[in-house]
């Protein structure tokens, strides 16, 4: 039976800035690289250079998140009730095939807000760090999800 | 290379977005939301009977438009957005235009506007770039 599930309460919903996931090292294995790049209609590229679409989940089950816990984190109502407001990839040296970079995560930011015919969701942003043997960051994502309130169930 | 603002950067174009994909990208992605991978769940959000292509992969094919471009590893940055969802079966074309160029201690550095359209003004992705221009 169909129904509107209750939002969260605001202050739960801020309650996860700060929320910093286990950490980890994640490895990009050949045969990872070659779906992943085969799935984007491009060529392997060279030198067993990452493609950069690795880094929307590379961050994520490097750090020891998954997208299903980060969905739950922000009380997400379904799948079907998450939005993608903005991805930010900031690439500071390419990656590389089975080479162990050092993976970070947090939640940079959770707020209420309001569409403007007034029904509410959430804004929450995770950032992910991916580091290099040496500590110096190779790449940071930032992810801005929005999670929608009062849908039906 | 010469870039100036107002390039337009050349088209990569995907000719058809295809359902398997999506579901190879679901199982190394992780990602347990059906509307990547079940066509039914989609019918019942009213998109009809073709799953939604996952973000990253739209972004994707703004990243291999900007690799045929500038080379394979120019890529510092990208901002997307995602104001519509592309389809399985959508006829897909990355597009760019340079906005500003910039040199910093010897290197080369285009700032772009660019976009997915699958129609013209239709746009489901729209973003930013900064890329390193080769010499």
Redesign the interface.
Same mark, same amino acid.
């Given at each position: 039976m169909a129904g509107v599930r209750p939002i969260p309460p605001e202050a739960e919903i801020r309650a996860i800035v700060g929320h910093s996931f286990p950490g980890g090292i994640y490895t990009v294995a050949h045969w990872?690289n070659f779906?992943?790049t085969?799935?984007? =209609?491009?060529d392997l590229?060279?030198d067993g *250079?990452v493609? @950069?679409?690795v880094?929307?989940?590379m961050p994520?089950?490097g750090c020891g998140a998954?997208?299903?816990e980060m969905f739950a984190l922000g009380q997400a109502e379904s799948?079907?009730s998450? =939005?993608?407001?903005?991805?930010?990839?900031? *690439?500071?040296s @390419?990656l590389h095939e089975d080479v162990p970079y050092a993976i970070s995560g947090k939640v940079v930011s959770a707020e209420r807000r309001m569409t403007p015919d007034n029904q509410p969701y959430d804004r929450i942003q995770f950032q992910f760090g991916v580091a290099q043997a040496d500590g110096v960051l190779a790449a940071r994502t930032t992810i801005t999800w929005i999670y929608r309130r009062g849908l039906s169930s | 290379m010469k870039v100036s603002p107002g390039d337009l950067i050349p088209d990569w174009l995907?000719e058809s977005v295809r359902p398997e994909?999506?579901r190879?990208?679901a199982a190394?992605?992780?990602?347990?939301?059906?509307?990547h991978w079940d066509r039914n769940?989609c019918d019942a959000?009213g998109f009809g009977q073709r799953t939604i292509n996952?973000?990253?992969?739209g972004?994707?094919?703004m990243?291999?438009m900007l690799?045929a471009w500038a080379g394979?590893?120019c890529?510092?940055?990208?901002?997307?957005?995602?104001p519509k969802v592309v389809l399985d079966g959508d006829r897909i074309t990355a597009r760019g235009a340079v906005t500003a160029v910039r040199e910093v201690d010897g290197e080369r550095f285009a700032d772009c506007d660019i976009w997915l359209e699958r129609e013209p003004g239709d746009r489901p992705l729209i973003?930013t770039a900064t890329v390193k221009l080769p010499d």
């Open positions: 990872e779906l992943l085969e799935c984007t =209609g491009a590229l060279a *250079m493609h @950069p679409v880094l929307f989940h994520i089950l998954s997208i299903a799948d079907f998450i =939005g993608i407001e903005s991805y930010d990839w900031e *690439m500071f @390419p | 995907m994909r999506m190879t990208m190394i992605l992780r990602d347990p939301n059906p509307v769940a959000l996952q973000g990253p992969l972004l994707s094919y990243v291999n690799h394979q590893g890529l510092l940055r990208l901002v997307m957005t995602f973003g």
